[in-house]
């Protein structure tokens, strides 16, 4: 079997396309390759969609924290400490006890001519149960970086912005948003490389993978039990995501570039 064959086998099988009986004892090369990269395809899903949502879930957490009206400091604050102050392993699992235990809600509700039917049962399922931890792991540990970042903008900033009669929100917008990221930018790097690599704790996290759809990790594990041999199953997976790590730190790099745009104008 060529490696042409073996990635349109299990290339993206983790996705439902291809092959669904994942190879035996006798699997190459290339079908491992295939089925580690192809796995990837969970992890940069993960990590998208707890970054989008992280961000805007961290930007909101951080100007509440800062806002100084305990209405929504104090909120703000025990969130980050509490996602913060605990191991993003045991959110895993306590999120997955939560969730098994939740009551299945089901049941009609009629909205004139549409009927709807409510189900919590999808809450144990890796690609949103484990998606809810990541984002408010991440959202949690961003608020922290983006609270540091408008506490160490000048008071003059904010002087100068009230003194040309800008709004609260015009304030926001035009001078403490941008300076804001410009300062936590770097540290906020640090977060996303941190986060893609927290991805691979989803295989140990205890939500289950549907129909042996996992991750780059969950088909690493599977090889080496079926190969024994996982001095070549994890290596590949390491190598794939150092590869994939260099295009993450590729993307904040280039907007960093962007955010810092007129300073190399000025000089």
Request: with cysteine.
């Amino acid at each position: 079997m060529s490696c042409m064959q073996s990635f349109s086998d299990f290339g993206l099988r983790s996705l439902g396309i291809g092959s669904r009986a994942l190879p035996g004892t006798d699997m190459t090369l290339c079908d491992q390759i295939a089925l580690i990269v192809g796995g990837l395809a969970w992890n940069i899903y993960f990590l998208i969609a707890s970054l989008a949502i992280g961000f805007l879930l961290a930007v909101l957490l951080a100007v509440g924290k800062a806002s100084g009206t305990p209405v929504f400091a104090w909120p703000a604050t025990f969130i980050v400490f509490l996602f913060r102050g605990s191991p993003l392993f045991i959110q895993f699992f306590f999120a997955y006890e939560l969730f098994v235990m939740l009551p299945r809600v089901s049941g009609d509700i009629s909205l004139g001519p549409l009927e709807l039917t409510i189900e919590t049962s999808w809450l144990t399922k890796a690609w949103l149960g484990a998606l809810i931890v990541l984002i408010l792991n991440t959202a949690a540990y961003t608020a922290e970086i983006f609270y540091g970042a408008l506490a160490a903008i000048p008071k003059g900033d904010r002087e100068a912005a009230v003194s040309l009669g800008f709004s609260r929100w015009q304030t926001f917008r035009r001078v403490l948003w941008p300076t804001m990221l410009r300062l936590a930018w770097p540290a906020y790097t640090n977060e996303g490389i941190f986060l893609f690599h927290a991805t691979t704790l989803v295989f140990f996290s205890g939500f289950p993978a549907w129909r042996q759809e996992g991750d780059a990790l969950y088909y690493a594990n599977y090889i080496a039990e079926k190969t024994f041999n996982p001095f070549l199953a994890y290596p590949i997976a390491a190598l794939t995501f150092v590869m994939v790590t260099l295009l993450v730190i590729l993307f904040f790099r280039l907007v960093e570039k962007r955010l810092n745009q007129h300073v190399r104008l000025t000089r």
